[in-house]
């Protein structure tokens, strides 16, 4: 039997990590926060011994509760937060801090999840985070070249990467995942560094990493732009993104318009930040456009494509310059303190989408959202067809409520081709949605894969999937 490793059962201390973004409190009976990754082993080999839930915590940024203990053992990677070069950090490194360093020397690493200030780089992989930018970039998964991972059971592994094979043992999954950007469920991979992507903590723990980094841009034009209304920001959606170098269609010879981000926001979202900036009379929806260049702005360009589009386009504020970005990602980053200061004021939890759809139904799946009568905010990654409609209760009815309409507009992004995730992962909380996505047989080959890897299921017990009924261990 391993030895006992060092643990903090201080409940004081170890409260500070009981919770996560999503608001959701759980319980633990001891915290282990290792210097390095023989400490980190050990630890998950002794865990392993005794069939003792071990729930992995970063930052505690993630959404879905994934980062929440439900008994048994807190395992924090904080202090594996070493930067080693521009392009190898520990999976405890902070991700903002470090891009903006990148930023200073020239490079850059696309991933922008909006906590990327708050969150580690090891929480952004194993979320496969993404962003605004992941319209033009992708999900973190493009832009991880390899890891150094400790197995549930203890068992080190460095420097996986796509010629990485999976364990023998491990069944390889054959699944579709939908055409769409997605975080739900394991990825249907045929090597390991893609499966422990996106796995949210429950086949592994990344201890560092080797990034893929690009020039950074030469400048970025960055536009908010207003819309008499919803069928007018639509279209001008599709024309923006028509020419577009994006992700899931990228094009060798890109149109005239060619943003990097596009962002929306609905009219309650236009009054949250009605402060921040001047709303010209009329506009009833905002898109927030980013656009990279090499040389000179192309503004002209886009004041043209704005003007024949329909927009409000004399209205359009413009940041070319360092001053006027942060102005404008201040306006978007204040969407979501506006709405928790809502939630707040409420003394009710929100009830937040993560659904995305195909191209093609984004016009129904908007028509759905703009149909609810609750009261909400909606707000997003419009280019991906991925919008987070906040529902907002103010009371226990309206509390129930805005759970069955987030039910009944999940199973319809699902039959629209979509995923009940495009970013923020499953977690604990969305177990059930996960199931109805991708259906028994995938479910259970999910389950098989994850008893191969963790013979004890103690790796984010909860997390993905209902855990099979086991006593656990005592610290």
Same mark, same amino acid.
């Given at each position: 039997?391993?030895?006992?490793?060092?643990?903090?059962?201080?409940?004081?201390?170890?409260?500070?990590?009981?919770?996560?973004?999503?608001?959701?409190?759980?319980?633990?009976?001891?915290?282990?926060?290792?210097?390095?990754?023989?400490?980190?082993?050990?630890?998950?080999?002794?865990? @392993?011994?005794?069939?003792?839930?071990?729930?992995?915590?970063?930052?505690?940024?993630?959404?879905?509760?994934?980062?929440?203990?439900?008994?048994?053992?807190?395992?924090?990677?904080?202090?594996?937060?070493?930067?080693?070069?521009?392009?190898?950090?520990?999976?405890?490194?902070?991700?903002?801090?470090? @891009?903006?360093?990148?930023?200073?020397?020239?490079?850059?690493?696309?991933?922008?999840?909006?906590?990327?200030?708050?969150?580690?780089?090891?929480?952004?992989?194993?979320?496969?985070?993404?962003?605004?930018?992941?319209?033009?970039?992708?999900?973190?998964?493009?832009?991880?070249?390899?890891?150094?991972?400790?197995?549930?059971?203890?068992?080190?592994?460095?420097?996986?990467?796509?010629?990485?094979?999976?364990?023998?043992?491990?069944?390889?999954?054959?699944?579709?995942?939908?055409?769409?950007?997605?975080?739900?469920?394991?990825?249907?991979?045929?090597?390991?560094?893609?499966?422990?992507?996106?796995?949210?903590?429950?086949?592994?723990?990344?201890?560092?990493?080797?990034?893929?980094?690009?020039?950074?841009?030469?400048?970025?034009?960055?536009?908010?732009?207003?819309?008499?209304?919803?069928?007018?920001?639509?279209?001008?959606?599709? @024309?923006?993104?028509?020419?577009?170098?994006?992700?899931?269609?990228?094009?060798?010879?890109?149109?005239?318009?060619?943003?990097?981000?596009?962002?929306?926001?609905?009219?309650?979202?236009?009054?949250?930040?009605?402060?921040?900036?001047?709303?010209?009379?009329?506009?009833?929806?905002?898109?927030?456009?980013?656009?990279?260049?090499?040389?000179?702005?192309?503004?002209?360009?886009?004041?043209?494509?704005?003007?024949?589009?329909?927009?409000?386009?004399?209205?359009?504020?413009?940041?070319?310059?360092?001053?006027?970005?942060?102005?404008?990602?201040?306006?978007?980053?204040?969407?979501?303190?506006?709405?928790?200061?809502?939630?707040?004021?409420?003394?009710?939890?929100?009830?937040?989408?993560?659904?995305?759809?195909?191209?093609?139904?984004?016009?129904?799946?908007?028509?759905?959202?703009?149909?609810?009568?609750?009261?909400?905010?909606?707000?997003?990654?419009?280019?991906?067809?991925?919008?987070?409609?906040?529902?907002?209760?103010?009371?226990?009815?309206?509390?129930?409520?805005?759970?069955?309409?987030?039910?009944?507009l999940a199973e319809r992004a699902v039959a629209l081709g979509g995923t009940v995730s495009a970013e923020h992962g499953i977690g604990?909380?969305?177990?059930?949605?996960?199931?109805? @996505?991708?259906?028994?047989?995938?479910?259970?080959?999910?389950?098989?894969?994850?008893?191969?890897?963790?013979?004890?299921?103690?790796?984010?017990?909860?997390?993905?999937?209902?855990?099979?009924?086991?006593?656990?261990?005592?610290?």
């Amino acid at each position: 039997m391993s030895s006992k490793p060092a643990l903090i059962t201080d409940p004081d201390i170890i409260l500070g990590y009981l919770t996560d973004a999503s608001n959701t409190h759980g319980r633990a009976e001891a915290l282990a926060v290792p210097a390095d990754v023989d400490a980190l082993a050990a630890t998950l080999r002794w865990a @392993q011994d005794r069939g003792m839930p071990v729930t992995v915590t970063a930052r505690r940024t993630g959404t879905t509760g994934a980062a929440v203990p439900d008994g048994g053992l807190l395992l924090s990677t904080e202090r594996l937060s070493q930067v080693e070069a521009p392009d190898i950090v520990g999976g405890g490194a902070l991700l903002g801090p470090h @891009q903006d360093t990148l930023e200073a020397a020239g490079q850059h690493f696309p991933p922008d999840p909006t906590s990327r200030y708050e969150c580690s780089v090891g929480g952004a992989i194993v979320c496969n985070a993404s962003g605004a930018r992941s319209f033009r970039y992708g999900a973190t998964r493009g832009w991880i070249d390899w890891v150094d991972v400790v197995l549930p059971t203890g068992e080190r592994l460095e420097r996986v990467s796509r010629d990485t094979p999976l364990p023998a043992g491990w069944p390889r999954l054959r699944w579709a995942e939908p055409p769409v950007k997605t975080a739900a469920g394991y990825a249907p991979a045929d090597n390991l560094l893609d499966l422990l992507i996106g796995s949210e903590g429950t086949l592994g723990v990344i201890t560092r990493a080797g990034l893929r980094l690009r020039p950074a841009p030469a400048g970025v034009l960055t536009m908010l732009a207003f819309f008499p209304d919803l069928e007018t920001t639509l279209r001008f959606v599709d @024309q923006a993104r028509s020419g577009a170098d994006r992700a899931r269609a990228p094009r060798p010879k890109p149109g005239p318009l060619n943003p990097r981000a596009i962002e929306y926001f609905d009219p309650n979202a236009l009054e949250m930040i009605r402060a921040r900036v001047d709303l010209p009379a009329g506009a009833t929806d905002a898109l927030l456009l980013e656009v990279e260049h090499e040389g000179e702005a192309p503004l002209d360009r886009w004041f043209e494509a704005l003007v024949e589009g329909g927009a409000l386009a004399e209205h359009t504020v413009v940041a070319e310059d360092e001053q006027g970005q942060r102005r404008l990602a201040a306006i978007r980053h204040a969407l979501p303190a506006g709405t928790n200061e809502r939630v707040v004021a409420n003394r009710m939890p929100k009830v937040g989408t993560d659904f995305a759809v195909p191209d093609a139904a984004l016009a129904e799946m908007m028509a759905e959202y703009r149909a609810v009568t609750l009261p909400h905010v909606c707000f997003g990654h419009i280019g991906d067809n991925h919008l987070h409609l906040n529902l907002l209760p103010r009371d226990a009815t309206e509390l129930a409520e805005a759970r069955s309409t987030y039910r009944r507009l999940a199973e319809r992004a699902v039959a629209l081709g979509g995923t009940v995730s495009a970013e923020h992962g499953i977690g604990k909380l969305k177990r059930a949605l996960l199931a109805h @996505q991708v259906g028994p047989e995938t479910l259970g080959a999910f389950a098989a894969l994850k008893a191969a890897a963790d013979p004890a299921w103690i790796l984010g017990r909860g997390t993905l999937l209902e855990p099979p009924p086991a006593p656990g261990g005592a610290v």
